[in-house]
């Protein structure tokens, strides 16, 4: 319907279209206002109207029976056309109204006098006006009187307005008007540039808050607002988005410009914003370009977002959008939503495989890693290193750590019932030893199937954070002093793993295979190796190498006194069923 208006026309609307969105609650004011007008000029109804594109809408009124009408032959819309004050003291003589359906029918209107409601740019949007059913004259005075009346009621719903508009905080335009400004914007087939700019990160800014109160986090907040209005050519269409996130609305042919303005701002942020406490201040951007008329605006600032979230994860100034990755990010965010389904409603698709640990010395396998797969009922096999992180940091950590503490408990069990007493280890996250009831938890899984301690072994990742935490120290101790074996996992990717001997409790080391991978070839990795197992020895840890893949690997680590070993060379993580088989293949190929 809008592409037929004329630009003025459009813009008349737009601003109507924002004023209609105010609660109907806020019109109590109106309503006195049009009752104090009635008053003032002896009339028996007041009224201020909306003139949309069909119909009148009456916002506030005093002794009028309708709300909205036809807007076809209405005083109102008259007014409006004409931008002028308008008065008609007797409109059964007036030929322009005469005939009107407002004098000849219901209400039979006779008099009527409106002053049009004019927004700051000069649009008539509506009108205030009072009306008689009677002739009657209309002095100048009372006409200014009816001015100012309207000139209030302007005030009061462009006020009202803005306050829904505007970020109390910054006072910058908020993110409902970004969304609005975008919807309405009228260059055909101009492209334009949605712009996120990232100042601090929301936890600090939270922890901030928790130490020296939400003043000291909102006056940071209002600074950096500041700096990049001063900053930025194109402040006018600076917008708050959220707490420490600010968005720019510009058009494509300057994005040049403005990308190197703010980079610029991404190098004086810190010495342009003056505080008494250490900050933590990086601009990061995200950016998208779109094309009026304009997709769904939600959708333009969702891309932003996602270019954003993508500058920041991996430490880039500034990203536009990228459509693969986008993509990538809503399936991993549908995955962690299915994820918590399935864990929830108990569905099926996740299970449990198994990889078998075997002693250097006899050969034997002594023990086996439960490792988590999930068979996606549209995706197929999806490995854990596609859902393993997204759960990791968020609450699915506890109940998907459960799930595979009481599948890999009820596999033992059934093994035990089988003569095969090995014990099978489970990854345990520095989350789950951070939860208060982790260890009562752990030992009423084992409780309820019949098993002890040393029939799970417990393997720690994320030593970083791990080593990070007394909380989490303290469980580890717990749960070796109840019997429980320990090991660390991955050890050779991280760069303190020496702290991690120092002050992790375990028996068991386990190598990562990008440490062994190469000692087949290369002589230094050879020694690194070498060295390595020979200083755990002395400090009296078991030894595990995973990732062995070939007789020549297994040989070295024979000879550097590699205590057990496990990788594709024996096998491959497999169900229980197969692992079972293996077993009973290996024991065939042992006894001939």
């Known amino acids: 319907m809008l592409k037929h208006l004329s630009h003025d026309e459009k813009k008349r609307m737009q601003t109507l279209d924002e004023l209609q969105k105010i609660d109907i609650s806020q019109d109590d004011v109106l309503h006195k206002l049009t009752k104090m007008a009635c008053q003032l000029l002896g009339t028996p109804t007041a009224l201020v109207t909306l003139t949309g594109s069909k119909s009148l809408h009456v916002k506030a009124k005093n002794n ?3 709300d909205d009408m ?12 004409t931008g002028q004050a308008f008065v008609c003291t007797d409109a059964t003589q007036d030929d322009r109204f005469k005939d009107s359906p407002f004098v000849t029918g219901k209400p039979f209107i006779r008099f009527y006098a409106g002053v049009p409601l004019k927004t700051k740019d000069g649009y008539s949007i509506g009108t205030f006006c009072v009306i008689d059913y009677v002739p009657r004259s209309f002095t100048k005075v009372q006409l200014r009187l009816l001015h100012d009346l309207a000139a209030i009621a302007m005030v009061l719903m462009e006020y009202r307005n803005a306050i829904g508009l505007i970020d109390g905080v910054t006072l910058l335009p908020n993110r409902q008007r970004l969304i609005d400004d975008i919807s309405h914007i009228t260059d055909i087939h101009e492209n334009y540039l949605l712009i996120l700019i990232d100042t601090i990160d929301i936890s600090y800014a939270y922890e901030m808050g928790c130490a020296l109160g939400m003043p000291t986090v909102e006056g940071l ?8 209005r001063l900053s930025l050519n194109s402040s006018d269409n600076l917008y708050s988005a959220a707490v420490g996130r600010f968005a720019l609305l510009v058009k494509s042919n300057k994005k040049e410009l403005v990308l190197a303005e703010l980079d610029a701002c991404a190098e004086r942020i810190h010495e342009s914003i003056a505080s008494h406490i250490p900050l933590k201040l990086e601009l990061f951007v995200g950016y998208t370009e779109f094309q009026i008329p304009a997709k769904d605006p939600h959708q333009i600032l969702r891309e932003s977002m996602s270019a954003l979230r993508a500058a920041i994860t991996t430490n880039t100034r500034q990203l536009a959008y990228d459509t693969e990755a986008d993509k990538a990010q809503q399936i991993a965010f549908t995955l962690l939503n299915e994820l918590a389904d399935v864990l929830q409603n108990n569905k099926p698709g996740l299970y449990l495989v198994y990889q078998p640990k075997l002693s ?6 002594i023990g086996a890693e439960a490792l988590i ?29 459960d799930w595979v503490t009481r599948e890999a408990a009820c596999q033992v069990k059934q093994w035990r019932q089988e003569g095969l007493t090995f014990p099978v280890s489970i990854n345990v996250s520095a989350r789950n030893f951070s939860e208060n009831d982790f260890i009562p938890r752990l030992i009423s899984i084992l409780d309820n199937h019949g098993l002890t301690p040393q029939d799970i072994d417990i393997e720690c990742v994320e030593t970083q954070e791990i080593i990070e935490s007394t909380e989490t120290l303290a469980t580890i101790q717990a749960l070796q002093q109840l019997g429980f074996t320990i090991a660390l996992d991955d050890f050779g990717t991280g760069y303190s793993n020496l702290s991690y001997l120092r002050n ?31 200083m755990l020895h002395k ?11 070939n007789k020549e690997t297994l040989e070295h680590l024979a000879h550097f006194g590699c205590d057990e070993v496990q990788g594709y060379y024996f096998s491959r993580p497999i169900p229980p069923k197969a692992f079972t088989a293996w077993l009973a293949a290996r024991s065939s190929q042992t006894s001939a």
């Open 221 to 228: 907040l209002k600074d950096i607002g500041i700096f990049l």
């Open 504 to 534: 992790i409790p375990s028996t068991v080391i386990k190598l990562d295979k990008s440490l062994i991978k190469d000692i087949k070839t290369d002589r230094k990795s050879r020694v690194i190796v070498q060295s390595i197992i020979s």
């Open 373 to 401: 797969r999930w068979r996606h009922p549209e995706l197929g096999e999806i490995y854990p290193d596609q859902f393993i992180p997204l759960a990791e940091g968020t609450t699915l950590m506890r109940p998907l750590t």
């Open 539 to 549: 400090l009296n840890y078991i030894v595990l190498a995973e990732g062995v893949e």
């Open 64 to 66: 009028f029976p309708m």
């Open 70 to 81: 036809d807007k076809i032959g209405s005083f109102d819309h008259f007014t409006v056309q």
């Open 360 to 365: 250097i010395k006899t050969n034997a396998v």
